[in-house]
C-alpha cells in the first residue's frame, strides 16, 4: 500500500479547526472528502498539527495509506484544489517512505503569531493579525523571547484539556522581525502543547505593552501555574508555517 504526503495550505477563519469533529466543518473532514471522490477507498489523512479553529496554515503536513486512487502523484494536488474549497489548497505532493507519518515522523514545527499594530485595525490584516492599538516596545518582547529557549517546562503555558505525558518541550528558536505596522513571532520547538504558542504570545503581549518584566514572566514559568500567565492570543493570527522532517 502507497504513502502519500501531501503539504495544505489553509485559511483556518471559516472552520472549527483542522481535526474531524461531528457536525463540524473542518479542513480534515474537507481533505477527506475530496479524497473520496477520487477512488473507491475511504480515506482517513492524519495531519502534522491538530491546529485549533481559527487558526491558519502555510505548512501543515497531512499523509495517508492508500492502493486505490485513480490519479498519479504528480497530479494529485490538481484533481484535489479541483474538488476544495477556495480556502483550502493542496501545493505540494509525493510518494513517502514506508512507515513515514505526517504527526510522529515530524522533528520540529515552527508556527508564525502576526501582530499589526496601529491607531485602527487594518482591513487586509482583520482575519490574519491581531491588532493592539497600544505602542509596542518590540526591544523588550525580543529579550524577553529568549527566555523561552531550550529544553523547558512549559506548564504554564499549557491550556486545559491536553492529556500529555509531560509539559517538557525543547524550543529551537523564538524571533521577532518587527517591522511596524506588521510584526511576526516565530516559535521553533520539537512539539508544542495545546494552546502554547498562544500563551506564550499572551504573556509577550504583556510584556510589549508594559504590564510584565521579564523577571515575572520567569517566576509564571517556574510556578507551572497557568492561572498566573497572561490571557491567550486570539486565534486568527497564528499560522503553521512549517513541519520539518529527517
Not at 498519479?72 to 483550502?88: K, Q, S
Request: hydrophobic share 40%; proline share 4%.
Amino acid at each position: 500500500m502507497k504513502t502519500y504526503a501531501l503539504i495544505v495550505q489553509y485559511d483556518g477563519t471559516e472552520y472549527a479547526g483542522f481535526q474531524v469533529q461531528v457536525g463540524q466543518r473542518t479542513v480534515q473532514g474537507e481533505l477527506e472528502e475530496a479524497l473520496s471522490r477520487l477512488g473507491p477507498n475511504r480515506i482517513r489523512v492524519a495531519g502534522a498539527g491538530r491546529t485549533d479553529a481559527g487558526v491558519h496554515s502555510e505548512g501543515q503536513t497531512v499523509s495517508f495509506k492508500d492502493d486505490g486512487l485513480t490519479v498519479p502523484i504528480e497530479r494529485l494536488p490538481y484533481a484535489l484544489n479541483a474538488l476544495l474549497p477556495p480556502d483550502i489548497r493542496v501545493v505540494k505532493g509525493w510518494l513517502a517512505p514506508e512507515g513515514f507519518h505526517a504527526r510522529y515522523s515530524a522533528v520540529d514545527k515552527t508556527y508564525r503569531y502576526q501582530i499589526y499594530e496601529g491607531e485602527f485595525p487594518s482591513v487586509f490584516h482583520r482575519r490574519y493579525a491581531h491588532w493592539v492599538r497600544e505602542p509596542m516596545n518590540w526591544q523588550a518582547v525580543e529579550e524577553c523571547a529568549q527566555l523561552f529557549v531550550g529544553k523547558l517546562d512549559f506548564a504554564a503555558f499549557a491550556a486545559s484539556g491536553s492529556s500529555v505525558k509531560t509539559t517538557v518541550r525543547n524550543m529551537l528558536s523564538v524571533t521577532v522581525e518587527a517591522a511596524p505596522p506588521l510584526t511576526l513571532i516565530r516559535f521553533t520547538a520539537d512539539g508544542f502543547l495545546y494552546k502554547m504558542v498562544r500563551n506564550l504570545v499572551g504573556v509577550l503581549l504583556d510584556v510589549g505593552q508594559g504590564r510584565l518584566s521579564a523577571r515575572d514572566v520567569l517566576k509564571i514559568m517556574e510556578s507551572r501555574d497557568r492561572r498566573l500567565a497572561s490571557a491567550t492570543a486570539p486565534a486568527h493570527g497564528l499560522v503553521l508555517e512549517r513541519v520539518g522532517y529527517s
